[in-house]
């Protein structure tokens, strides 16, 4: 389908108009051509919002790997299916816009919801997947009962810089309310660490310390013990760490990619602790 660059957002990535299962869709991508051979990253988004507040991560990592950013279907700007999509299907049309791009495979680095809708490809899409980043993984019991969970999102948007709320609220409020309490539910009950156990993919786990979302003893007990997983968390950071601290984030993600320990970047905000041994609760 044709295209149309924008030209907003971040200098190293444009704007992108594109038609899916016949209605405009917006994603961001390299600005400038990558170097031959260069991996893609797709950044998926988190909870009723677009891919907005991803572009500050993404955009540090463009000059390296091609970088897509959607807003999905009924996200953002895209716009919305008759009805608003399950986590199954946004994981259906991540694969499908990986095809209509012409992307074989790719590693995909998700926020939040990005998480449960990365997991959901495991069972009949893992061979398009590369290798797998979560970032702040929302979902599964220690986000229960549901009270629990909105009580966690409401904290955690209060732990995020004040220029996040016109963004978030904005997106919200195009979501819409109805449609936003289905897909909490949806979210807060997927398993999406249970789902680390099924993994054999190169899979690194990003937390924030200040995130009420998501537990780092919770994160131990699950993910260090498992040989395809490296967990690490990002000091001072909260729930949106792609919008926050994205030069740490970024540098994570890059010494992941590259196979080199993870160590923190002395001159971005944050430090950084990669997990050793379980933590007690």
């Known amino acids: 389908?044709?295209?149309?660059?924008?030209?907003?957002?971040?200098?190293?990535?444009?704007?992108?108009?594109t038609i899916f299962d016949g209605l405009p869709l917006l994603y961001r991508t390299n600005a400038r051509p990558v170097p031959d051979g260069s991996r893609t990253i797709i950044h998926i988004h988190g909870f009723a919002i677009s891919g907005r507040y991803l572009l500050p991560t993404a955009s540090r990592l463009a000059s390296d790997y091609a970088t897509y950013v959607p807003d999905l279907p009924g996200f953002g700007q895209s716009h919305r299916p008759p009805r608003p999509l399950t986590i199954d299907q946004l994981g259906?049309?991540?694969v499908r816009l990986m095809d209509q791009q012409g992307i074989d495979r790719a590693v995909l680095l998700g926020n939040s919801l990005g998480c449960p809708i990365i997991a959901s490809l495991l069972d009949e899409h893992m061979d398009r997947i590369e290798a797998i980043v979560f970032v702040s993984p929302a979902g599964g019991l220690y986000n229960l009962p549901i009270y629990r969970g909105?009580?966690?999102?409401?904290?955690?948007?209060?732990?995020?810089?004040?220029?996040m709320f016109p963004i978030a609220l904005a997106d919200y409020a195009r979501?819409?309310?109805?449609?936003?309490?289905?897909?909490?539910?949806?979210?807060?009950?997927y398993p999406t660490l249970r789902r680390l156990r099924e993994l054999v993919l190169p899979?690194?786990?990003?937390?924030?310390?200040?995130?009420?979302?998501?537990?780092?003893?919770?994160?131990?007990?699950?993910?260090?013990?498992?040989?395809?997983?490296?967990?690490?968390?990002i000091d001072g950071a909260a729930h949106a760490i792609n919008f926050?601290?994205?030069?740490?984030?970024?540098?994570?993600?890059?010494?992941?990619?590259?196979?080199?320990?993870?160590?923190?970047?002395?001159?971005?905000?944050?430090?950084?602790?990669?997990?050793?041994?379980p933590v007690e609760p």
């Open 175 to 189: 979501y819409g309310l109805m449609p936003s309490i289905h897909l909490l539910d949806s979210m807060l009950h």
């Open 203 to 233: 899979t690194l786990v990003v937390i924030g310390s200040r995130d009420p979302l998501v537990s780092e003893p919770w994160i131990a007990r699950r993910a260090i013990a498992l040989p395809h997983v490296t967990a690490a968390v």
């Open 1 to 17: 389908m044709g295209t149309m660059a924008t030209g907003s957002g971040p200098a190293t990535l444009k704007d992108v108009w």
């Open 244 to 277: 926050s601290h994205p030069d740490q984030l970024a540098n994570v993600v890059r010494c992941f990619l590259e196979d080199r320990p993870i160590t923190a970047d002395p001159t971005a905000k944050g430090g950084v602790r990669v997990f050793q041994t």
């Open 92 to 94: 259906d049309a991540v």
């Open 150 to 163: 909105v009580v966690q999102m409401a904290l955690a948007g209060l732990q995020e810089p004040p220029r």
